[in-house]
């Protein structure tokens, strides 16, 4: 039984960890805010279905089987663990021991149920300890290129090293919990790895197995607390943002690329001599093409950024990036994210209110000129991201800035501008000449 100080200490650390993590996640929150509105609503159908098959049930994670099946007993392992932190927060709250355990009747089906839900648990430990292990090493010893880019050295290397390192220690701190408990009980419990684990304790007095056992589960607790803290600060936030990210995905076809209005009514006109253009109201705000910055993005964009769980897989199928140009999309989203990290914690200090830093997202350590012109708008690093993200997005509402606002283009570009506006096309002859070379 816990003492009703370890309760007190119990529900001080909850509700610590619940204003830290409120705040945390209340940030993130506001940041995404802090981008231009977008109606994605409509389409509840497609869009639980878009849910359950991508973020639930993995779907485009198995085009690559090895890293698919490691990281599907990883995600299933951290959800059906929650299982067992139920009875812990119980027990915690009121000073018990194993409540759900004990509530239930001996040799009924309901202990069956719970003997073997703990037991299933023990046994994806097992695999998900090995999942872990194994991603260990892919990204620290065997070194898989796209896990060993230029954007991931620094914090976003530490915060998988973190997050990975702290999946080992909740996996110790839960086994060793189970099997001296199971010990202490002789077996009692009939639970199926740490049956077998507790023969390693043979010999050991109740009060060294009570101590591992309480150890075993304030560590966990805390671990668990700890998670909850940190993850609005990690990438790994995507654990829980990739629900909203494919519910809220655009449902457009792939390789639609949306139009900028003011422009579609200019070639309207254009197509159309005959036509009158609008009155011009003097008093509308002047009109701005792309995106120079974070707030010129949409919400969507900026809950892509937040999202991107740093895998890779979208450069590792870049045109650009695998012919050795500077584009990488997967930097384009921690570009995104850090920029906006930046403001918002800059609008926080300064009550919300706005003050122009004379930064953008484009240069200033973030998104590089050369960087934008490298895209082909080939669209594969939206087909291979297994959260819906789509960098593509972006680039193309920076470029439509650079070129629009800035005449920021390579010479060639330009030349190529000019003889679309003039001729219709990227040549520099006009339309009646397209043939002339059939009479040479
Ligand atoms: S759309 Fe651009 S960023 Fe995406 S894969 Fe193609 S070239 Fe790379
Ligand atoms: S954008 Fe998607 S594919 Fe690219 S790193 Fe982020 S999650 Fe992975």
Redesign the pocket.
């Known amino acids: 039984m816990l003492t009703y100080f370890q309760t007190y200490l119990f529900i001080s650390f909850t509700v610590m960890a619940a204003i830290y993590a409120y705040r945390g996640y209340k940030r993130v929150y506001n940041n995404i805010q802090l981008g231009k509105k977008e109606d994605l609503s409509g389409n509840t159908s497609e869009r639980v279905k878009s849910v359950l098959l991508v973020a639930f049930g993995q779907k485009k994670m198995f085009k690559n089987m090895i890293p698919a099946v490691l990281h599907f007993f990883i995600y299933f392992g951290f959800i059906i663990t929650q299982i067992e932190l139920i009875e812990i927060f119980i027990d915690g709250t009121f000073g018990t021991h194993r409540i759900i355990y004990h509530a239930i009747e001996e040799h009924s089906a309901l202990r069956a149920v719970y003997v073997f839900t703990i037991s299933f648990i023990e046994f994806v430990s097992v695999f998900v300890f090995i999942a872990t292990v194994a991603f260990l090493s892919r990204r620290f010893i065997i070194k898989v290129p796209r896990l060993n880019k230029p954007e991931l050295k620094g914090f976003p290397a530490k915060d998988a090293a973190i997050i990975l390192l702290s999946e080992i220690y909740l996996l110790i701190c839960i086994f060793s919990m189970n099997t001296a408990d199971m010990a202490i009980h002789h077996g009692e419990y009939g639970f199926l790895v740490s049956g077998l684990l507790m023969h390693g304790f043979t010999g050991w007095d109740v009060s060294s197995l009570q101590v591992i056992e309480r150890l075993g589960w304030w560590c966990h607790f805390i671990g668990v607390l700890a998670l909850l803290v940190y993850l609005p600060y990690s990438k790994h936030l995507?654990i829980i943002l990739a629900f909203f990210n494919t519910y809220y995905a655009r449902l457009t076809p792939k390789g639609y690329i949306a139009n900028m209005p003011e422009i579609t009514k200019e070639i309207k006109l254009m197509m159309d001599p005959s036509a009158t253009p609008p009155p011009v109201d003097a008093n509308a705000a002047p009109v701005k093409f792309g995106a120079k910055d974070v707030f010129d993005l949409s919400w969507k964009n900026l809950l892509?950024a937040y999202?991107?769980?740093?895998?890779?897989?979208?450069?590792a199928a870049c045109p650009a990036n695998q012919t050795g140009k500077l584009l990488s999309?997967?930097k384009i989203?921690m570009d995104t994210r850090d920029r906006l990290e930046e403001v918002g914690s800059a609008n926080a200090n300064n009550g919300g209110v706005w003050k122009e830093d004379g930064k953008s997202l484009i240069e200033n350590g973030f998104i590089s000129v050369e960087e934008l012109r490298a895209c082909t708008t080939c669209n594969a690093?939206v087909e291979?991201?297994?959260?819906l993200?789509s960098?593509l997005d972006i680039i193309v509402q920076l470029r439509r800035n650079l070129i629009m606002e800035e005449s920021n283009a390579p010479a060639e570009w330009n030349g190529m501008f000019t003889a679309m506006e003039n001729n219709g096309a990227p040549w520099q002859f006009s339309q009646q000449d397209r043939l002339n070379w059939k009479n040479d």
């Open positions: 995507h892509d999202t991107c769980t740093e895998c890779g897989r979208c450069t999309p997967r989203m690093c291979e991201c297994p959260v993200i960098p």
